[in-house]
């Protein structure tokens, strides 16, 4: 059994920051690909961040500049630096990784329950 469990969200004033994270437990043996998506009330979830096992990363483009994705390995962590917020980036952010949980079994995508971000005046 394999959990994500996401942190850092919050309340933050436009141009502020917030750092989320996310820790997987359980049984693993690898991880792979580990995501941060977003879903805003009456929108579509978005894949907002990447980053592969061996660092690569990808962002939406609205988040370029302005936020960072990174990862440790060795604790099964990943996080997401926001910096420059703004308001649009409001959101329930949600963490993504993809697992294996025994040599040679299946790569599996587990999900985050997610972690509201608001950003406001």
């Known amino acids: 059994q394999v959990q994500l469990v996401e942190s850092g969200g919050g309340l933050a004033q436009p141009g502020g920051s917030l750092r989320l994270s996310c820790a997987a437990s359980?049984?693993?043996?690898?991880?792979?690909?580990m995501e941060w998506h977003r879903q805003a009330p009456g929108k579509q979830r978005e894949l907002v961040a990447r980053i592969t096992s061996g660092g690569h990363t990808n962002y939406l483009d609205s988040v370029k500049g302005r936020f960072t994705v990174s990862r440790d390995n060795a604790k099964n962590k990943v996080y997401l630096q926001m910096n420059s917020l703004k308001p649009e980036d409001t959101a329930v952010y949600y963490c993504?990784?993809?697992?294996?949980?025994?040599?040679?079994?299946?790569?599996?995508?587990?999900w985050g329950q997610g972690t509201q971000v608001t950003v406001s005046s």
């Open positions: 359980g049984s693993i043996v690898s991880t792979y690909d």
């Open positions: 993504y990784a993809e697992i294996q949980s025994r040599a040679a079994g299946p790569i599996v995508r587990y």
